[in-house]
Each structure stands twice: as structure tokens, then as C-alpha cells.
């Protein structure tokens, strides 16, 4: 059957900030989180544009914010421009400066790394930030392990330090983010589906048992079964999560609180996150017919056929 988007699903591209804000504003965050994020959407964003460098950007900025002010002697509008660039500053070749003090503050405010226990919302986005061996090649093994490259940080602070190089006090002042509150997505459907160019997959727990509802809470998406199980998938991104609903139900992608529709299509990690799964699949996009002209009679037939049914 052809996919029929929401009448008014959001236009993603207008929402790709506000987006990139819900993906790192997890619920369990401590209060100086969410201002720490604003402050940083409201320095990036007038450069915001759709890439994928652009998360992590926005991700740094906002963890040397909270690292600054954590301890609530000042805001993070507070922060002078000049006292980041300083401290975006130092050798190219080499990891950030700002790794270690970043660290302290997750630690001071529980949200560092615990050995034993589960990972800290804040650790998690954090590590991944500032992880050198993300690309390494999964062959490596104990005689040639694998060596570190630069991590996502590296890269973010550089470009951070160019916008901010010609940042004047003015232009902070007029510089405006969306407002958000960090909040948890939940949907619940009959019927999820992982959809990549080529096939359309049940999203199943690791049981066998099929979905029946998804949580996103901040970078995390969660599947709950119709047996109840509860687990992650390496299927499943948060982002896609929130763009498919967004389609179906109407909704900006940052939107939180709970939803019920008849099915989620949800954009593999192989398409963009942007993408409409559905057009983008061979099976499910709507067809284009030969005959120029005459989609009416087409129509027509449709609804013969369907009575007959």
C-alpha cells in the first residue's frame, strides 16, 4: 500500500536544531545541563545549517559550558566569547584541552564514569564525543590492536574556535535558540517497521517478540515488546525515532510526551535521518504510473477494486 505522510507532518528541515537539542537534553541530566545546551545552540545556531559535523559541535560547546558553570556562580550566557575561544584554543594534532576539565565537572556532579554501575546520561554523550577509537577497524585484534585516531572533539573544537574567532559581543546579544525542555518521547504503534532502501523489517526484541512501543530519552531509543522485554538495537537511532513520528503524527522532532498511531516507519541507519523511509523504499514509495495523464481513471479503478474487496 502507498504511504500517506500526515497532512501537516513537520518539514524536517526546519527543525534540524531544535532536533540536534532533544538528542542531547535526556531527562536524567542534572538542572545545569539544560541551560549549558541552550547557551551553545544560541552560539551555533546562526551558523546552523544541515551536517553531520554539526551535533557534535553543538555537543562540545555545551559540555565546556556546563564544565564552566556547573557549580552555579555564574550562567552560561555568562561565559565571555573570549574566555571560549581561549580555552577552544591550543595544537591542532593534539586532543582538546578542555577533555580533562570536562571530566572533573561529570564527576563532581555524578555524572562521570562508575565502574559497575550504569552508565551516567551525560558520561555517555561525553564518551562518544571524545572517543579516538570510534573508526578503528573491528579485524584488530591483541597483535595489532588498534591504534587511536583523532576523536570527534578534536574536530568540533577546531571549528568552534573559527566561529567564534570573529564572535562579537553584539551578535551574542541578538543570537536566539529554540526553547526546550528536556522530555521523553514515547510511541506506541501495531506495527513497527525498520525501512532501508531495499527491504522493510519487523523491529523485534531480542526474544523474537515484535514492538509495541518505543521510548527516546535524549540519544537512547528503547523498545518495549508485546511480551514486555525491554532492550536497545542497533536498528533503532533516536533521531530517525522522532523524525518518523514527526511525519505521521504531525509534530516537531523535539516534541515530547506520548503518541499513538497505527505504524512507524522508521528510517534505517543507512538512509538519512531526514529521509522519508517510505518514498525512499523501493516497495513502499508511491508509484509513478506510465500513463501520463490519466490519474483519475487510475483512481477510479483503485476504488472499483477496493469495493470488490
Same mark, same amino acid.
Not at 577497524?137 to 595489532?144: K, N, R, V
Not at 536498528?235 to 523524525?243: I, K
Given at each position: 500500500?502507498?504511504?500517506?505522510?500526515?497532512?501537516?507532518?513537520?518539514?524536517?528541515?526546519?527543525?534540524?536544531?531544535?532536533?540536534?537539542?532533544?538528542? /542531547?537534553?535526556?531527562?536524567?541530566?542534572?538542572?545545569? @545541563?539544560?541551560?549549558?545546551?541552550?547557551?551553545?545552540?544560541?552560539?551555533?545556531?546562526?551558523? @546552523?545549517?544541515?551536517? &553531520?559535523?554539526?551535533?557534535?559541535?553543538?555537543?562540545?560547546?555545551?559540555?565546556?559550558?556546563?564544565? *564552566?558553570?556547573? #557549580?552555579?556562580?555564574?550562567?552560561?550566557?555568562?561565559?565571555?566569547?573570549?574566555?571560549?575561544?581561549?580555552?577552544?584554543?591550543?595544537?591542532?594534532? *593534539?586532543?582538546?584541552?578542555?577533555?580533562? &576539565?570536562?571530566?572533573?565537572?561529570? $564527576?563532581? #556532579?555524578?555524572?562521570?564514569?562508575?565502574?559497575?554501575?550504569?552508565?551516567?546520561?551525560? @558520561?555517555?554523550?561525553?564518551?562518544?564525543?571524545?572517543?579516538?577509537?570510534?573508526?578503528?577497524?573491528?579485524?584488530?585484534?591483541?597483535? &595489532?590492536?588498534?591504534?587511536?585516531?583523532?576523536?570527534?572533539?578534536?574536530?568540533?573544537?577546531? +571549528?568552534?574556535?573559527?566561529?567564534?574567532?570573529?564572535?562579537?559581543?553584539?551578535?551574542?546579544?541578538?543570537?536566539?535558540?529554540?526553547?526546550?525542555?528536556?522530555?521523553?518521547? #514515547?510511541?506506541?504503534?501495531?506495527?513497527?517497521?525498520?525501512?532501508?532502501?531495499?527491504?522493510?523489517?519487523?523491529?523485534?526484541?531480542?526474544?523474537?517478540?515484535?514492538?509495541?512501543?518505543?521510548? /527516546?530519552?535524549?540519544?537512547?531509543?528503547?523498545?518495549?515488546?508485546?511480551?514486555?522485554?525491554?532492550?536497545?538495537?542497533? =536498528?533503532?537511532?533516536?533521531?530517525?525515532? =522522532?523524525?518518523? /513520528?514527526?511525519?505521521?503524527?504531525?509534530?516537531?522532532?523535539?516534541?515530547?510526551?506520548?503518541?499513538?498511531?497505527? &505504524?512507524?516507519?522508521?528510517?534505517? $541507519?543507512?538512509?538519512? +535521518?531526514?529521509?522519508?523511509?517510505?518514498?525512499?523504499?523501493?516497495?513502499?514509495?508511491?508509484? $509513478?504510473?506510465?500513463?501520463?495523464?490519466?490519474?483519475?481513471?487510475?483512481?477510479?479503478?483503485?476504488?472499483?477494486?477496493? *469495493?470488490?474487496?
Amino acid at each position: 500500500m502507498p504511504h500517506t505522510p500526515a497532512r501537516n507532518a513537520a518539514d524536517p528541515s526546519a527543525y534540524s536544531l531544535d532536533l540536534e537539542m532533544s538528542l /542531547v537534553l535526556p531527562s536524567s541530566a542534572p538542572a545545569p @545541563w539544560s541551560p549549558a545546551v541552550h547557551e551553545a545552540a544560541r552560539l551555533v545556531g546562526r551558523s @546552523w545549517q544541515e551536517d &553531520e559535523s554539526k551535533p557534535i559541535d553543538l555537543l562540545t560547546l555545551a559540555l565546556l559550558l556546563f564544565a *564552566r558553570t556547573h #557549580t552555579g556562580t555564574r550562567a552560561p550566557q555568562d561565559v565571555p566569547v573570549a574566555e571560549l575561544r581561549d580555552a577552544l584554543s591550543g595544537p591542532a594534532d *593534539r586532543e582538546p584541552q578542555i577533555i580533562d &576539565e570536562i571530566d572533573r565537572a561529570l $564527576t563532581e #556532579t555524578g555524572q562521570g564514569y562508575a565502574p559497575g554501575a550504569g552508565d551516567a546520561a551525560l @558520561w555517555e554523550l561525553f564518551n562518544a564525543a571524545r572517543n579516538q577509537y570510534g573508526s578503528a577497524s573491528g579485524l584488530a585484534d591483541d597483535i &595489532e590492536p588498534p591504534r587511536p585516531g583523532p576523536s570527534p572533539m578534536r574536530a568540533a573544537v577546531a +571549528r568552534l574556535a573559527r566561529l567564534l574567532a570573529g564572535y562579537s559581543d553584539g551578535a551574542r546579544k541578538e543570537a536566539t535558540a529554540p526553547l526546550l525542555e528536556p522530555g521523553v518521547l #514515547t510511541v506506541k504503534a501495531n506495527r513497527f517497521q525498520i525501512v532501508s532502501r531495499n527491504s522493510v523489517i519487523a523491529l523485534r526484541c531480542p526474544y523474537g517478540d515484535e514492538a509495541a512501543a518505543v521510548c /527516546v530519552d535524549g540519544p537512547k531509543a528503547i523498545m518495549e515488546c508485546v511480551q514486555g522485554h525491554t532492550s536497545a538495537s542497533h =536498528r533503532l537511532d533516536a533521531g530517525r525515532v =522522532r523524525m518518523a /513520528v514527526a511525519r505521521v503524527a504531525g509534530i516537531r522532532p523535539s516534541a515530547s510526551g506520548s503518541h499513538l498511531v497505527p &505504524e512507524l516507519l522508521i528510517a534505517s $541507519t543507512a538512509l538519512a +535521518r531526514h529521509s522519508d523511509s517510505a518514498e525512499a523504499n523501493a516497495f513502499l514509495r508511491t508509484p $509513478t504510473h506510465p500513463i501520463v495523464g490519466r490519474d483519475d481513471v487510475l483512481r477510479k479503478i483503485s476504488r472499483i477494486i477496493d *469495493r470488490r474487496d
